[in-house]
Each structure stands twice: as C-alpha cells, then as structure tokens.
C-alpha cells in the first residue's frame, strides 16, 4: 500500500467550529488530492496541490481551504464547519508520471457536524 | 464541467459469471479513463485503466473496452468470485489523470 495516513480518522465537531484535515504521504509524490464522498455521489474533488504552495480548486471548492507547506502534508480546512459538510473524505496522491497515472487513495476520514 | 454515468447502480450475478459496468461520459476531449475498485471502509483502489489511443485491455480476469466515438467505456470482470462484491467507479479524465471525475458507482454482488 502507498504510504499515506489521514487524521483524525473519526471526527465529531459542531456547526460554526473550525475542522482541519491532514494528510501524509512518505511516498514524495508530486500531487496531492482532497475528495469528498457522499452517497449516490460518488467521489467529488475538493481541492488538489501540484507542489508545495501550488494549489488549485476543484468541482466543490466552497466553505473548504488548503495549504501544502511540505511535499508530504497536504491540509484540508473548513473555516466554520456546516451539517452540508458531514461526508467521509479521501486523501490521495499522484505521481503523473509517463508510465503511470493512478491515483493512490488514503483511508479516509470521517467527518460529523452537529 | 464532464458528466460521469455509470449503469447498473447495482449488479448482482452468481459466482463464476461474468459482470459488465457501463461507464458514459460528456467530455469528449477526455484522454484517461480508468476503473477503480472501493471494499468497504476503505479508499479505492485502481484495477484497470485506458488511455485514449487503445481500445481495449486485458487484465487476467478484467478487461476495459473504449468507445471513444460513443463516448462511453465497461468494465468486463469474468468468472466472478466472492472478493469481486465490492463498489466500482469509473472516472474518466481529460487532463492525464489529473482532476478525476467519478461516476455514481456500481455495487456488485457476487453470490456464491
């Protein structure tokens, strides 16, 4: 398995209230991706970095933030968390090489607004 | 933005048949297009993948087929076993892999 761990893997928080996500990869791999995954859904990008401080939105950017100080950590933050929020999210990493363009996906977080 | 279709939602076939996952989607300039597997309580995982220029490959038990004129590519998983009952999502791409876009998903149900 790619190298990648997310935390907090549970989190319970409330309306109104800051949430940060992290995710840490030991694989030094170039891109980083946020999604979220809500049923009937699919998986939606959020956000993804194609290098440090190098960052880019993807199709359900609102109400979500993110930074990449380190090639390994990539941080999801939701500045006042809201019920819409709720979901399981996933982390994943890229390397976009010429042989390759699979993307490896962390183990997920799930996250609950009250 | 790309609009990503997966048919059936859900799949339920007998131990040793054989599975079929439609995947269509809207951008034709899409140039990746590949299939991942999720088990429960876990991330997905890649199975198969095609790039634009093929129009088929082959995987021991799984295979992906690419209409490009259509517009839409399967997932073909034969002699099916128990570990196949997993969620599988298409999520094809028009930037080589970069910016993903997944289907629905399709719940296959391996009966043994």
């Known amino acids: 398995d790619a190298g990648i761990t997310q935390s907090p893997r549970h989190k319970v928080t409330e309306t109104g209230t800051p949430v940060t996500l992290r995710c840490h990869q030991t694989e030094n791999h170039r891109y980083m991706y946020w999604y979220r995954q809500d049923p009937g859904h699919g998986l939606r990008l959020i956000h993804y970095?194609?290098?440090?401080?190098?960052?880019d939105k993807g199709e359900v950017s609102d109400g979500y933030s993110v930074s990449r100080s380190k090639t390994e950590d990539f941080l999801l933050t939701l500045e006042s968390a809201t019920s819409s929020q709720t979901s399981v999210y996933f982390c994943?990493?890229?390397?976009?090489?010429?042989?390759?363009?699979?993307?490896?996906f962390g183990p997920g977080t799930r996250l609950t607004v009250t | 933005g790309e609009n990503v279709e997966q048919h059936p939602s859900t799949l339920s076939v007998q131990e040793g048949d054989s599975a079929v996952i439609k995947c269509t989607y809207s951008?034709?300039?899409?140039?990746?297009f590949p299939w991942y597997k999720q088990e429960l309580g876990k991330g997905p995982q890649l199975i198969i993948d095609?790039?634009?220029?093929?129009g088929e490959k082959k995987d021991q038990r799984i295979a992906v087929t690419l209409n490009k004129t259509a517009k839409h590519f399967s997932l073909h998983i034969t002699e099916t076993q128990p570990e196949d009952s997993a969620v599988y999502f298409c999520a094809p791409s028009r930037n080589a892999g970069n910016m993903l876009t997944f289907g629905g998903g399709t719940r296959l149900m391996v009966k043994p």
């Open positions: 951008d034709s300039a899409s140039n990746y």
């Open positions: 994943a990493i890229s390397d976009l090489g010429t042989k390759s363009y699979e993307q490896y």
């Open positions: 095609i790039r634009s220029n093929v």
């Open positions: 970095s194609y290098g440090v401080k190098d960052t």
